[in-house]
């Protein structure tokens, strides 16, 4: 078990660029959960996938934002034309059932110029 | 809108002193989980309480859980250095089990 890993780690671009960021959840879980964290605030959902099947989305994920988990197992949020307020520490988190603990990468801290 | 708030937002305590963090939140839930974050990096699991569960403990950890008042309690007992984090509630609700964070409490520890 190598835990939740992000990629990048950080990321820097300038306002207007697309951004991509990976998340590899636990092998075993079937649950991946994508969270935006601002400096002073807790993490904000942004969607969560089931297996392959994205269930849920949060009104913060704008249409800006699109997250794909084609085969189940890793994931990418992107940003298109990115904003300045899009600056922010991107968590991807996993877990197996509905109610277990959800166990969260390092994050994927976004820059944007 | 976020569904829990700790209280205080922050503390500051001495070593060997005991911590106590309080998170309210609004809608009855399935579970309560705390998290612990150091600066600008991920958040570590703590504990997951349940509704129908009272009190946890993990470590030098203890987790109370009061779902008539709709609040729950983190002590860190004998605290040290180390300890020196954010600590979040999250509870999730419904059927989805999504985990909602709330603000945090800021925990120093001066050693």
């Known amino acids: 078990d190598t835990g939740v890993s992000q990629d990048p780690r950080h990321k820097i671009t300038k306002r207007g660029q697309n951004v991509t960021f990976r998340c590899d959840p636990i092998?075993?879980?079937?649950?991946l959960y994508w969270y935006r964290q601002t400096l002073g605030q807790g993490p904000e959902f942004l969607t969560y996938?089931?297996?392959?099947?994205?269930?849920?989305k949060s009104r913060l994920l704008s249409d800006r934002f699109s997250a794909e988990r084609p085969k189940g197992s890793f994931s990418t949020l992107e940003i298109q034309r990115t904003e300045q307020g899009d600056s922010a520490m991107y968590l991807c988190?996993?877990?197996?059932?509905?109610?277990?603990?959800?166990?969260f990468g390092p994050g994927t801290r976004l820059t944007v110029l | 809108s976020q569904q829990g708030e700790e209280d205080p937002q922050a503390l500051s305590i001495q070593e060997g002193e005991n911590a106590t963090m309080n998170c309210s939140y609004k809608?009855?839930?399935?579970?309560l989980q705390w998290y612990r974050q150091n600066s600008g990096r991920g958040l570590v699991h703590l504990i997951l309480?349940?509704?129908?569960?009272r009190e946890k403990h993990s470590g030098r950890l203890r987790v109370t859980l009061d779902t008539s008042k709709k609040s729950s309690s983190l002590l860190i007992t004998a605290s040290r250095a180390a300890d020196t984090a954010s600590y979040f509630c999250?509870?999730?609700?419904?059927?989805?089990?999504?985990?909602?964070f709330g603000r945090g409490t800021s925990l120093i520890v001066h050693p």
């Open positions: 988190a996993s877990s197996g059932l509905a109610a277990d603990t959800q166990y």
């Open positions: 092998s075993e879980h079937n649950r």
């Open positions: 996938f089931q297996n392959e099947a994205q269930l849920e």
């Open positions: 809608t009855s839930i399935n579970n």
């Open positions: 309480i349940r509704s129908n569960e």
């Open positions: 999250a509870t999730d609700t419904g059927g989805s089990y999504i985990p909602t």
